[in-house]
């Protein structure tokens, strides 16, 4: 049964798998650059964001390696349909979360949206598995309805002048009040330079008394 919902082949090393394995052959998943312990992640985060976001917590699950393993993986997610890896690398962040004893209280996680017209080609947002496993692993609602993209910039110039200015996605929220007094996690499956990050977060911050924190899969630096 499991054969047929997920690939027999490691999505790291291609090997065929062990009946025990999933997705990931033991030996692919020990090489995996782990970040989320000694809170490693969390200072690397903060540092990116340091004087441009206040972040209550943040975390990474591991450390992007360009042409290396995390990279394949990432691609396998985003670009050949292996959705389910995301909720596998949810499931496995939110047990190091738990192993560590979180007292987050986070009320919602929210996903970085992908726009309507790049969810309708692929058929899903690559980092929603994560999300929702999270969200589960947290005791936190998963909302994918209130931080919506509405298109990217380049789609925009045209029709607005002022936006010429910006560069890169445009983010909006729905509902602003169901963001007043919450504590949200943003969620995102590579922060880089962290400016989506930091958009999305604007967005968020038009709630009343909003505290963000912060969760991808991989990061890098
Ligand atoms: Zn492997």
């Known amino acids: ?36 312990h000694d ?14 976001l206040q972040l209550q917590h943040a975390i990474s699950l591991m450390r992007f390696q360009k042409q290396g393993l995390t990279q ?4 396998h997610m985003k670009y050949y349909g292996v959705k389910e890896l995301s909720a596998f690398f949810g499931n496995w962040l939110g047990n190091e979360m738990d192993a560590l004893n979180n007292t987050w209280n986070v009320d919602m996680v929210i996903p970085v949206p ?7 080609k692929r058929g899903y947002n690559q980092v929603a598995g994560f999300g929702k496993r999270m969200a589960a692993a947290l005791d936190a609602e998963y909302r994918d309805n209130i931080l919506l993209k509405t298109a990217n910039i380049r789609s ?29 996690l943003l ?5 880089t330079t962290g400016a989506t990050i930091e958009k999305c977060a604007a967005e968020l911050f038009k709630g009343k008394h909003v505290k963000l924190s912060v969760a991808s899969i991989a990061i890098t630096g």
């Open 1 to 36: 049964m499991l054969n047929i919902l997920f690939p027999k082949r490691c999505c790291g090393c291609e090997k065929a798998l062990a009946s025990h394995e999933r997705l990931l052959c033991v030996s692919c998943r020990h090489q995996i650059p782990l970040l989320c």
């Open 39 to 52: 809170h490693l992640s969390e200072l690397l985060i903060k540092k990116k964001f340091y004087g441009r």
């Open 72 to 75: 394949k993986l990432l691609h």
């Open 114 to 120: 992908l726009d309507r017209k790049r969810l309708k």
């Open 156 to 184: 925009q110039v045209r029709k607005n002048r002022f936006l010429r200015f910006e560069s890169g996605a445009v983010f909006t929220v729905n509902n602003v009040d169901e963001l007043n007094d919450k504590h949200v």
């Open 187 to 191: 969620v995102d499956d590579i922060i």
